[in-house]
Every structure is written in C-alpha cells, then in structure tokens.
C-alpha cells in the first residue's frame, strides 16, 4: 500500500479541492482527512458514517463540590486562572472553587496539592473521529470540539484507522488531507508517507510558507512534489516559486490555472473531475498521473 499525503504551508491554497478531485481519480484508495482544525472534504465527498467514537486527547481537572473545603490553594497554584470560587455549598463551605474546562490545561498541579483529594483528573472529550462511507471508498476523517486544540493525537489516530482499513479492505492507495503549516498536525500527517504534495499559491506569503514545510518534508527524507495554484493569477512570482524549489531540491510537477470551477462544483458538492471535463480537469488528471508515479 501507498500513502500520499496533500499539505500546504497554509490554508485556503485549494489542497482539500485537488484532494476530492484525486479522489475521484483514484482506484481501491482509502481517503483519509487530516485537517481536523477545518476539516472540510466531507462537504464534497457527502460521506454516509458508519461509525462514530469520541476522542480525548488529554486530562483536565474537576474539583468535587462535595469534597471541597474551599481552602484556596488549587487557586493560588493555577498559572492559567482556570479556578474560581463559584461553585455551589456544601456542609462545610457557603461557595466551592470550580474549574473553568476552557481555560484548564491539564498540568495537573492542583490534582497533587490538594490537601483533601477533592480534584479528579478525568479524560476530556475534545471531539468525535467518524469511519465512513463515500462514492469513492472508506473516508476516516473528525470533528475537533469548540475550542479545542489539536496535538497531532487525533491526526495519528486518523491515519492509523484508515491504514488498518486499507489492510483490511486490500486497498492498494491511503489518500491523506494533511493539516496546513509546520506543526505537529502537519508532522503527524506526513510521518512515513511515500509521497507528499505540497499546494501552494503565487504570493509572497504562499512562497514562504512553501520553503518553511519543504524544510520539513526534507528533513524527514520525504519525496516532496510541489503543485502551484491559481499560478496565472501572478505569473512572475510562480516563476520565482519554481526557481526556489529548484535549489531546494525538490520538484514543480504542475502549475494550475485559476478556475472558479473549483468553486462552482464545491456548490454542487461535487469534485471537480465530477463537475466539468474542461482543461483545468485535464490538468488535474494530468498532475494526479505524475503523482502516481512518484509514489511508485
């Protein structure tokens, strides 16, 4: 089994729109979306869920209104003023001290200092991870809960699914909508992928950001492949990103016109293989062959 793994060094360069649109080109592939920040290829794909899990990537505290003496001490060691005397009475104490689950970042210092054990530390629920069906294949992809950071946990869990699927199923592709930038999401996208295909745009922000995630993908020794969008839009600064790759070492395989096809068969929650045969969808099936034949 392949992987090939779609990133970008930011968001809104067209990645999930040229991920659907592989996916329409692709045989016996497992999909799998990785950008749980803003995931977004369900929109287009319109997965039927077979199956849904609640992720937790973490611990936060919880004090015991019952247990609770309302000494203070929890609130004085807080660092993250996530503890505030509001919680409800008890036989001892007219007010307790709660902990805010927003502002609480699990380091756990109140669970140990306090002196009548009245702070659990409990399992926090930051989201739900789906398996599920789609025209296409089996899609594993989540939904992160309001406020809710992703570590790169849920990205692993995510892939790890979706390659156990892909076993399972003789699949002969896994699919991948890496998250955007430099993180650990973005690590733990592309971690043991055989192919990556970096998405970027003709800006001055679209070129840095391009150098700081190819630094990334070299360091881990991960054949880098580099698609320009909407290069027509700047033709000189397209031009300047297939000059910076270059020297880079890595290699432009395609430069994308601007189309608001894109947006027209997002409408239609269509990919835009599904949605026109004109010449950008020849342009993609041309730049999905190559990228087929970099992952071997």
Known sequence: MKEVVIISGKGGTGKTSLTAAFAALAENAVLADCDVDAADLHLVLNPNVLRQSDFSGGRLAAIDPHTCIGCGKCAALCRFDAIALDGPGNDVVGKTYRVDPIACEGCKVCVAFCPVDAIAFEPAINGQWFVSETRFGPMV????????????????????????????????????????????????????????????????????????????????????????????????????????????????????????????????????????????????????????????
């Not at 390659?163 to 699919?175: D, G, P, V, Y």
């Not at 910076?244 to 293989?273: E, R, S």
Request: proline residues 3%; neutral net charge.
């Open 141 to 296: 992809h989540a939904r992160l809960g309001i406020a809710q950071e992703n570590s790169g946990k849920l990205v692993t869990l995510i892939r790890k699914e979706a390659k156990r699927i892909a076993e399972e199923q003789n699949k002969t592709l896994l699919l991948v909508d890496g998250s955007p930038g430099i993180g650990c999401p973005v690590i733990a996208s592309i971690t043991g992928a055989d192919v990556v295909l970096i998405i970027t745009e003709p800006t001055l922000s679209g070129l840095h950001d391009l150098e700081r995630v190819g630094q990334l993908t070299r360091n881990f020794g991960i054949r880098t492949l580099v698609c320009v969008n909407k290069a027509d839009i700047n033709p000189q600064m397209s031009e300047q990103i297939a000059e910076k790759v270059q020297q880079q070492g890595l290699t432009v395989i395609g430069q994308l016109p601007y189309d608001d096809a894109f947006t027209k068969a997002q409408i239609m929650k269509a990919t835009l293989i599904e949605y026109t045969g004109g010449e950008i969808a020849e342009k993609i099936k041309a730049l999905w062959r190559q990228v087929v034949y970099a992952a071997g």
